[in-house]
């Protein structure tokens, strides 16, 4: 790792390089989802493809589940327990973010 140069730090401005293109774009810098084509989503958008993410994990462990109990043989242990966590962190996390956001609303309606 290189370390700065002190003639580079004037102030409390330095120059940073990004080192990978998915980091935030600094000033004048075009940013990383027009340099890699990702399109923006709207905040709708962002919110249903994480609901549907939730919804398809939990989906993933029920079958996973129900093979386990018909089938055996062909799913392993792990995969199911994996699979249970993974969606019982994101229901949670889900309920979390709804109860925030509820309590942020709240908050802003009791302000006026």
């Not at 000033?27 to 939730?54: H, Y």
């Not at 327990?81 to 802003?108: C, G, H």
């Amino acid at each position: 790792m290189a370390l700065i140069d002190p003639t580079q730090a004037v102030g409390d401005i330095v120059k940073l390089a990004r080192t990978n293109p998915m980091h935030l774009a600094g000033m004048g810098e075009v940013p990383a989802s027009s340099q890699t084509g990702i399109s923006e989503q709207s905040f709708g958008d962002l919110l249903m493809g994480a609901l549907g993410n939730v919804n398809d994990s939990q989906l993933n462990a029920m079958n996973l589940s129900q093979k386990m109990v018909t089938d055996p043989k062909s799913v392993n242990v792990e995969d199911v327990t994996i699979a249970l966590a993974d969606a019982n962190l994101a229901l949670s996390m889900t309920k979390a973010i709804v109860d925030r956001a509820l309590a942020a609303y709240r908050e802003i309606i009791n302000i006026r």
